[in-house]
């Protein structure tokens, strides 16, 4: 069945996401833990006092669920005391973790929406997906299927970002049970396989246990029976191996209805009670297997047994949700009364089973039984009528060989006296006829009102059958045998935009289904009840189409054909809208995946190559015979790896700010061709070695043009599209340039750098501008790159509200083209220019404190710092450089590593400021985001110096706080 398998993921699900130790027996060691975390409680406290109550519940799940539940709710307590959402968040899982065991699905959906909101607040990935993948279930299992694939889309987009394998496989579990439930079994088997291999190739035994069940089920269904029981029990087999008793129940129920559908129905209840002794020591609530367990006592003909399962079964769907098993329940209970003669609770129990059932086909087995009451009835009433005229016609009988008889006899009498005598007798005999005819009439008259009562019962029946067909949520039909629509109910009239049912009654059905196969006659395949779930594209009164499911059933009476029929129309379009949404969503994971490897693969070989020539030619150095030729050369080759390197993590570092919106952004006004001349020129200088022509192309009188925009931003635009455009092009011809337009009374200047190279196919003008992308992707591509350059330049283009684009052709070059917005300005100021200063310093007199961890980090300060006589004070550690700046009054400045053992770079200089708050502090880091300049100055360092510091850089910045 359909359900079951909500019952094998949801379980799958929950033990990988950490509750797994929650389902076997207790053992030994696990009761001296219990006690010994039991110990440890009252002594601690914190986060060490959440985790042990953590422990505590998981162990009491296998003894108490109760106790179990006590811990998990002092957990959350204790959490929330602290103000900690990763330890809220995860409090509020494991309660709810709890409620499923339970069975009570719906305090498991707040528990987890309130887990998902503290993971949101933690900022916790991994948190998020696995929450939500929990919801997911849920939600599939009590049957809201749109709420359950957002939650799963969701939760995959996570798993994605995190590369985390486990997690995608869980998905594909969890998108294989979506398609089993849509009955899409090629679909299901596909990606339950999928899953099934990821699981096998990380050793997660549980995680196959589960999917082995559900290829199992597939094939159940499908009626592979050998198959699918070839699933079931190396699920078995794994469970025993684990000692996990919920997996085991589960695979035991499984193999029970595999049993069932051969006809073992003895074997098949021995299977089935083996889980339901599981589910009750475990104290879970699953009324699917009491259920089943009727059905077989059923089949064996023990009705009294059979109603004993199906009443407990039952009780306890209703009591906790379990909605998709209720109307086979009740189905299962209205058959046994039936077999017992009890008609009465047979009626009741097939109408609530078609308030859960969609399917007209339980509609028509609802009439059978009242068709079965009413007959009883009436064949009581025959009897009772046929008794009657027996009596009668027996009595008149009498009456006529008595007359007969008499008139023998005195036919000799004479005169008055016999004539007299005979009419005495037919006096008294006229008497007792109409006493016999009162008697008959008596016996009519109750017939008669036997007859309205059955008349009464069967219009009521009629109009409860009639309230059902009309609050259908499905589109019914009832046709003649030329196909001529003869009755609908209300939900046709809004499925198929029709004002009143005239618009749709005499219509032929076949005018609203297009038949997109030729060879198959709709009108043939109704009469024949071959539409089952059969979907076609069906016509609206107004022309418009939706997707449609069609099932058709013949009208019998008394198992006589009617010539009528019944056709159930369900609009499937939210349906198909879901599978193609499911479809996209998995073609952009693919593709996402693809890129993600690629990239990967890209950056390590950018990454190592610089990073080859860094390490080797400073290897090289170390060598005392080489010539200082040499050795400038090889000083050469690591710098100019060096800066290859650090070009490539500013790269990254840009793009990761501009996606997180972190990227500072700071307008200035600038006279727009002398910034355009310095690029040009400092490009020029450093591509002096190529077979180029380079041209710069200013339009005339244009020194008065100015633009107000972040200016190191738009530099880095010139030289991305410049060092592009070198890279491509190995001879000929690189112009920069641009020209003025008017657009809507707006001066904009169009900006160009055209090369000469190799070209770009018309297919790639676009992908060339999305992330990780190039025109060669492969591993034997001529050229180098991250693939990161021209994304970069779009997202500065439109913040600094421009736009940019290429054209281009295969070995003809490129021009790239971006726009911007400038003005004129009539009377430019002159520029002040200061003096460099980066020779000269004399520090004799003064003292720094370095406080560096990393020795290789010092060493170079202590070299950029040699020639100015500074007096060099080394701490390792921050709470090291506080106590020296409390001991050295006469340290004149603080160069202060963030990342440091014991006490870091923030907390040290917050402790340094309390006490000396004059003492210019300068922050070192190697992180380079927005945020951690912002978290330095909150500290109240001075001033925020990101590495890789240049010797010249670095005795600029002390200069501005300490003079000679």
Known sequence: MRYLVFIIISVAILLRVGVASAVSSPSPDSESRRDSLLRELPVSSGKQKVEILFSLSNLYLKVSMDSSREYALLALKTATDLKDNQLIAESYKLIGNIHYYKGEFNQVIGYYDSSLNQYRLANDSFGQSKVLNNLGVIYQHVGDYRQSIDYHIESLEFKLLLNDSTGIANSYNNIGSIYYDLQNYEKSAEYFKLGLELARKMGNIASVQGMLNNLGLINQDLGNIEQSNSYFEEAIEIGEKLGNERSMAISFHNYGKSLFLTGKYTEALNFYKKAQEIYDRLGVNNGQTLNNIGQVYLELDYYNKAVEYLQL??????????????????????????????????????????KYEDSLINQMHSTRIEDLISSNE??????????????????????????????????????????????????????????????????????????????????????????????????????????????????????????????????????????????????????????????????????????????????????????????????????????????????????????????????????????????????????????????????????????LLLNLIDDIIDISKIEAGQLSFNPEDFALNRVISERFENFREINTNKEIEFKLNLPHYTDNIYCKTDLLRLKQVFGNLLSNASKFTSSGIIELGYRLLESNDQLIAEFYVQDTGIGIKKEMHEIIFQRFRQVDDSRTRNYGGTGLGLAICKKLVKMMQGEIWVESEPGKGSVFYFTLPV???????????????????????????????????????????????????????????????????????????????????????????KFNHNLPVLATTAYAMTEDESKSLEAGCDLYISKPISPSKLLKLIGRFISA
């Open 378 to 643: 009436m064949e009581k009433s025959r009897e009772q009528l046929e008794k009657a005229r027996l009596k009668i016609e027996r009595s008149e009988a009498v009456v006529q060989r008595r007359n007969i008889l008499v008139y023998s006899v005195v036919s000799g009498l004479i005169g008055t006296l016999i004539f007299a005598f005979i009419i005495l007798r037919l006096l008294r005999n006229k008497g007792k006829a109409n006493e016999l005819l009162t008697q008959q009439n008596e016996e009519i008259l109750r017939s008669q009102n036997t007859i309205k009562k059955i008349n009464k019962a069967l219009t009521e029946s009629e109009d409860i059958l009639r309230s059902i067909f009309d609050v259908s949520p499905f589109s019914i039909f009832v046709i003649d045998a030329e196909g001529h629509i003869t009755d609908c109910n209300d939900t046709s009239l809004s499925m198929f935009a029709a004002k009143n049912k005239r618009n749709l009654l005499n219509r032929n059905i076949e005018s609203l289904i297009i038949n997109e196969d030729q060879n198959t006659d709709v009108l043939d395949s109704i009469k024949a009840n071959r539409l089952n779930k059969t979907q076609f594209i069906v016509k609206r009164i107004d022309l418009t189409t939706f997707h449609a499911e069609l099932i058709s059933r013949s009208i019998t009476n008394n198992n006589v054909s009617t010539e009528s029929y019944i056709v159930v129309v369900n609009d499937i379009t939210e349906r198909i809208k879901f599978i193609h949404n499911l479809e996209e969503a998995k073609s952009r994971a693919e593709e996402s995946d693809v890129l993600k490897t690629a990239f990967l693969t890209n950056m390590s070989h950018e990454i190592r190559t610089p990073m080859n020539a860094i390490i080797g030619f400073s290897n090289l150095l170390s060598d005392n015979r080489l010539s200082e030729e040499k050795r400038s050369e090889y000083l050469a080759h690591i710098l100019q790896s060096s800066n």
């Open 313 to 354: 079964a039952l009780e306890n769907a209703k009591k906790y949700n379990q909605f998709k098993v209720l109307d086979e329940i009740y189905q299962n209970l209205a058959v046994a009364y039936e077999r017992m003669g009890n008609f009465e609770e047979a009626y009741y129990n097939y109408v609530q089973y078609n």
């Open 823 to 913: 003005y004129i300005k009539k009377a430019a100021p002159m520029e002040e220019t200061t003096a460099s200063k980066e020779n000269g310093f004399n520090w004799k007199q003064k003292t720094m404190l370095v406080a560096e961890d990393e020795n290789s980090n010092f060493e170079l300060i202590k070299a950029s710092l040699n020639q100015t006589g500074i007096s060099l004070l080394r701490a390792y550690n921050g709470e090291e450089a506080v106590e020296m700046v409390k001991k050295n009054p006469d340290i004149d400045i603080v160069l202060m590593d963030i990342r440091m053992p014991k006490v870091n770079g923030y907390d040290a200089t917050r402790q340094i400021k």
